[in-house]
Structures are given as C-alpha cells and as structure tokens.
C-alpha cells in the first residue's frame, strides 16, 4: 500500500495552514492599501515564495508516501549542491563529491525501505570512513583536514539531518497516515518558530544575544518565539502526535530551542564565508539552507524524541 | 525531423541538466537580447557553457539560436557531427584559414543577417576551469563589421568546476550568471578590446566565489 491515507487531522492543519497564509496575504494586501508609501516588495516576495513552497510541500506530502521520500531526496540533493557551492572545495576532490551526491539516493532508499539500523549508521559510520579513503586515492594532501571535514559536515546537516523528517513517515505502528501527521507538525512548528521568534524580535528585540553571530537576534525573539511555539506545540499534540501534555509541552521546547541553534549555527558559516544569503532559490528567503537551518537540528531532536517515548 | 529532436533535446534534457542538477543564479536577466541580430559573447570554460547560454533564452527563439564553434574539434567525426550540426545547431567556424583569400567571419555574418543570435566564446576554447584567458580579436572584427547588431557580455562562474575541460563526470554545483549591458562598436578594435575585457572583469567582479584550487 503506497498511497497514504491521509488522517482528517492532517487534512484540517493542512486547509488551517492555507488559512493562516491567507490571514497573512490579506493583512499584506491592506497594508499596501492603507500604506502604500511603506516599501513591501520582500515581503509580497516572502508571501508569494511560501504560497508556493507550501503547495509544493502539500503535494508531496498527499499524493504518496514514496512522493514524500523523494521529496525530501530532493531537497537534501538541493540544499547540499548549495553547500558546496558556497564553500571553498578542490579541484582534485570532484569525484569525492561525486559519491557524496550518490549518499543522497542510498541514505532515502534504507528511509524507503524502513531498515531503521542502515538508516542511522550509514552517514556517521560508513560514508565517514569512505569519503576520506576515496580523497586519500585521489592522493592530494594540500587542505586534506579541511576538505574532508568540510564535506562530513555538509553531509550531515543536508542529508543526515534532513533524511529524519522523512523516516518520520515510515515510523512503525499505526500506519503511515500517523507518520505525515508528526513531519505535518515538526515542520509547521519549526516554520512557525522561525516566524515567530522574527516578529516577537522585531516587536520588542532589544537585548542582543549572540551579537558577534547574528547581530538582529534578540533575547526577547528567542523567548517569546519559543514561548509561542511550545504553546502552540501543545495545542497541536492531540491532533496530531500521540504524545501526551507534559511531553508535548518537552517537543515543544525542543523544536522552539533547536529551531535558534539551527538558524545562529548557519548564520555562522555565512559570516564565516562572508555572505548573506546561501542562493537565491526562494525569492524573498534567499536560499534553500536559509530556509531549512532550522530543521537541520529540530529534526533529528525531535525524531529521537518520540521515537524513543513512543516507537 | 531533426527540428524536432533539437527541441525535444533542449526542453527536457537540457533544461532538466541546467536548471535541476546544475541550478542557476542569474543576475540582470532583463539585459538578454529579446529578438535576433544578437551576439552573447561569454568567457569559456565548460561545454556545459553554450547550454548554460541556451536555457537562458526563451525557447521561441531556439531555432534562431547558433553557438559558434570550431570546425576542427567539432566536426571531427560524423557523428558527433551529425549531433552538433542537427541537435546542437552550431555554426561551425574555421580556426585557422585554408589561404589568405579565405575569409573565416563570413559565414558568421550571413547567419546574423538572417537574424541570427550567435553565442561567440572569444577566448577561442575552453582553458583551464575558472580562469579568464585573454580574448582573441574574432571578435572585434566583427563588431566592426556588423556594428549595429548588439553584442552581450556574460560572464559565467561554476561551470568550469561542474565539468571541467577533459572531464566527463559532471558533478553538481549552483552556476552564477552575470549579464552586461549591450556593447556597442567604439570605432577602434583595441579600444572595443579593451572595453570587452574590462565589462567582463567588471561582472566578474559582481560576484564572490568560493576558493577552488
């Protein structure tokens, strides 16, 4: 059975996502009316960019369960081309990056075929101890350490950490349609988050907190965001996870706080490469690493987190 | 027939090569010439540069779009020949010159009377990946020829890496796209030379690469 009988909840946090977008659209739409000498050309831009990444994101998420997993094949694929094309690489390592891309395929394919075991070990265990012997081959010693530590940690955070969301759907138990429900509410969460923590900052930001990383971030952002986001966690468990007050309320906190070290931990690498924006994928975002920094740790968190409480 | 593969070939290899497993970033895409009487010249360092240059234009004006390319790689054998000549759509170009009553350009001003767009890579072949080599004066001579057809410089950053000369695994990366402004012919071959190479440092220097050695 491929096709993934979606549950109503999913479906009703679905048409409640288009609502909130809507909501959204239509205070832009009044803002540009009432006030139309305010420059709102990077926000219709934001707002444009997530109607679309949410239909896409909708469509992967009901036409199947192995639509899903490509899915996020596909962004894996994408956002670690943006990695290596952003960071400095050697010539003599373009067959080593190579087999880095061909991880992508084999890493979904243990996701598609639940061999949990395979799945968690493949990255941090074989392709770690792979990805060095085939530059040793290669035989260029010159950046040697920062090549190949450069290359596991992109690896990591682009596959790795994004393969979790999709073993969210092939989690055992019952069925896959629980499997879209908890991805449904790690990614809206995290999203959320991200969203949250920028207005509560712009609001009332006024104490800076990792001034020298990402000078915009503030104490009141990352509090109220979190606070927002562990509340609506909260409200949203029954729906669509099975876990119960006082964890929901733990989940929560995790994505809120995983969520911030996601964003600071690739605010990071820009400053250090000395760019703003990783591409310009998603008009209004910048790239596709802007846009999932967060999920890069509230997806493995919050994976181990219910699969250890409830799978 | 071969129409027919030539569109086939653009819209769903090429376009899925260049758009998915490379990715674009194009900056000043509004300055790409909208109709024919064109030349894009663009720094070389890939063959993955002319379908770069290709995708970028609307797919209505594919049947007027010729990439100039030399005689002597190109048509070596028939049947990449075939494939060049057909698929490709290149305008074949001699390099070096049978006598000295030839005359290598003509063909390349026919093909812009007829309403052509040629893509010229005035560097003269591909070079080591990543480096800007000096460019040859083909290009001023027919500036002076032709000096109402516009001629647009590109400068393109990636590809080199992607599929480097000598290479043929292609290995993903995102490839910038810098599009100048129109040149138009100053009056002197060497002023218009050094006016091309400076509009093709000056893109260059748009952007910020990553360290590739």
């Keep these: 059975m491929n096709t993934l009988a979606l549950s109503p909840a999913v479906l009703w946090s679905l ?31 934001r707002t444009r960019s997530w ?28 956002a670690l081309k943006e990695y290596l094309s952003i960071i400095p690489t050697r010539r003599a390592d373009r067959r080593v990056l190579f087999w880095a891309y061909l991880a992508i395929p084999i890493q979904y394919y243990w996701v598609g075929q639940g061999w949990y075991g395979m799945f968690i070990i ?23 350490l920062r090549a190949i530590g450069t290359l596991h940690w992109g690896v990591m955070i682009t596959v790795f950490s994004i393969s979790h969301v999709a073993y969210l759907l092939v989690l055992p138990g019952d069925a896959a349609a629980g499997g879209a429900a908890l991805v449904l509410y790690l990614v809206f969460l995290t999203e959320f988050n991200d969203v949250a923590q920028f207005v509560w900052g712009k609001l009332f930001g006024s104490h800076k907190i990792v001034p020298t990383v990402s000078p915009n971030k503030t104490w009141e952002g990352f509090l109220g965001g979190v606070a927002t986001t562990t509340l609506l966690a909260v409200v ?37 490469i000395g760019i703003k924006d990783t591409g310009g994928l998603i008009p209004g975002h910048g790239g596709l690493l802007d846009r999932i920094d967060s999920l890069i740790y509230t997806a493995p968190l919050f994976f181990h987190f219910v699969r250890y409480f409830y799978y | ?28 895409r509004e300055r790409l010439p909208k109709q024919g009487r064109a030349i894009v010249v663009a720094n070389h360092n890939s063959h993955l540069d002319t379908l770069v240059l290709m995708t970028l234009l609307p797919l209505k004006l594919l049947p007027k779009v ?28 001699k390099r070096t010159r049978a006598n000295r009553a030839e005359d290598p350009l003509a063909p390349i001003e026919a093909a812009l009377n007829q309403g052509h767009i040629l893509i010229f890579f005035p560097e003269g072949s591909r070079g080591e990946a990543e480096q800007l080599t000096d460019f040859k004066t083909g290009i001023a001579h027919l500036a002076e020829r032709c000096p109402d057809v516009p001629v647009i410089p590109v400068y393109l950053h990636g590809l080199g890496k992607a599929l480097p000369k000598g290479e043929g695994l292609l290995v993903p990366f995102f490839c910038d796209v810098f599009i100048g402004e129109a040149l138009t012919w100053t009056g002197d071959r060497l002023g218009y030379m050094k006016l091309l190479g400076d509009t093709m440092h000056k893109l260059a220097a748009e952007g910020q690469f990553p360290a590739w050695e």
């Design chain 1, 122 to 144: 493949f990255i941090p265990v074989y392709l770690f101890l792979l990805l060095p012997l085939r530059m040793v081959m290669i035989g260029e010693t010159r950046h040697f």
């Design chain 1, 51 to 78: 109607w679309v990444m949410i239909t896409i994101f909708t469509l992967a998420m009901v036409l199947s369960r192995t639509v899903s997993i490509v899915f996020f094949g596909i962004l894996s694929f994408l």
């Design chain 1, 15 to 45: 048409v409640g996502v288009y609502g909130l977008l809507g909501i959204a659209t239509l205070g832009l739409i009044g803002l540009r009316h009432w006030r139309p000498a305010q420059d709102t050309t990077e926000l219709v831009q």
């Design chain 2, 66 to 93: 010729q990439p100039v390319a030399a005689a002597d790689y190109f048509l070596r054998n028939k049947l990449l020949a075939w494939f060049v000549l057909n698929i490709i759509g290149i305008l074949p170009m």
């Design chain 1, 236 to 272: 949203l468990a029954p729906l669509l996870t099975p876990m119960t007050l006082p964890l929901s309320l733990a989940a929560g906190l995790l994505i809120g706080l995983g969520g911030f070290i996601g964003d600071v931990t690739l605010s990071a690498l820009k400053r250090d």
């Design chain 2, 1 to 28: 027939m071969a129409k027919i593969l030539r569109f086939l070939f653009f819209t769903l290899i090429v376009r899925t090569v260049v758009l998915f497993v490379l990715g674009l970033n194009v900056r000043h």
